[in-house]
């Protein structure tokens, strides 16, 4: 089993995503860190401490500690996250400052992998006969679809970028009150109510020929309106390049002045995360 991995932080000052690689444990994943709405002055991102924090309660963590599956450490970590906002004095009723994140991860065995997910970070399966296989769903792509469509809409009534990223913002803050609820998605924000909809379940590793863990800043670019990129795309591409060369041009792209028109971004970059398990050998 061969491990490659990599995180680079996009262009706002903190890179809210993070790793999580428990090799003892053959657990590993991703974290998408979601910036709070309301600031807490001089300080990280409510989503870099709540990345960070999963990422500490998942590395840390020993079989011998007692969790029988993903599903209950994905709930730990929750736990975790609204502890460290009560001690800051963070108003964990207030989704607009709660820390957040989203989460992709997997634990390795034998002959299944296991796997629990929130929000936009996911996991793919590509086969040894080429056939690629989107495990997890994308929870929150509806509302950035809505952001995106309501970018392109200012856009062409002529407003300047500082009003049209306050008014989509604001659209932003209204989506944050649907977390954990039917009408939103599930995310690592201390809410008690993520029991009831962290996903989790089981793959057998039958004919795998590797697995993807991504956050949603490698996912490929889109204009509002149009289809989803297919994830079979995306990692036909990062077969070809390989992962780290797959992110190099990726943000080439971003970074190119020409291609800045070409597709709707809320952000010029955002932080990406990866990891890619190999089964080949092992």
């Excluded at 709540?50 to 998942?58: D, G, L, T």
């Excluded at 690592?188 to 009831?196: H, S, V």
């Excluded at 149009?226 to 190099?248: C, N, R, V, W």
Aim: proline residues 2%.
């Amino acid at each position: 089993m061969k491990i490659e991995h990599l995180t680079v932080q996009g262009c706002n000052q903190w890179n809210e995503d993070a790793l999580i690689l428990n090799e003892r444990e053959r657990i590993y994943g991703v974290l998408d860190g979601a910036t709070s709405l309301v600031s807490l002055e001089g300080v990280e991102t409510g989503g870099y401490l709540a990345s960070r924090i999963a990422k500490e309660a998942f590395e840390s963590y020993r079989e011998s500690d007692g969790a029988a599956f993903l599903r209950e450490l994905v709930l730990r970590a929750n736990e975790r996250i609204r502890a460290g906002m009560l001690e800051k004095g963070v108003d964990t009723e207030d989704k607009n400052a709660v820390w957040a994140a989203g989460i992709a991860v997997v634990r390795i065995g034998e002959h299944q992998i296991e796997y629990a997910q929130t929000g936009d970070c996911m996991l793919i399966a590509v086969y040894m006969d080429g056939t690629v296989r989107t495990v997890t769903h994308d929870q929150v792509d509806h509302f950035d679809e809505k952001s995106r469509l309501l970018w392109e809409q200012y856009a062409r009534e002529g407003l300047a970028p500082a009003e049209i990223r306050a008014r989509v913002y604001e659209t932003i803050r209204e989506n944050r009150q649907k977390t954990n609820t039917p009408e939103g998605y599930a995310i690592l924000n201390g809410d008690p109510a993520l029991e009831r909809y962290v996903e989790h379940g089981f793959v057998n590793r039958i004919r795998i020929a590797s697995i993807l863990l991504l956050t949603d800043g490698l996912f490929l670019p889109r204009k509002a309106g149009e289809p989803a990129p297919q994830m079979a795309d995306m990692a036909a591409l990062i077969g070809e390049k390989g992962l780290t060369g797959y992110a190099d041009w990726l943000i080439a792209n971003e970074y190119d002045e020409s291609q800045q028109g070409k597709y709707t971004r809320l952000k010029v970059a955002d932080d990406k995360t990866a990891v890619k398990i190999d089964f080949a050998g092992g």
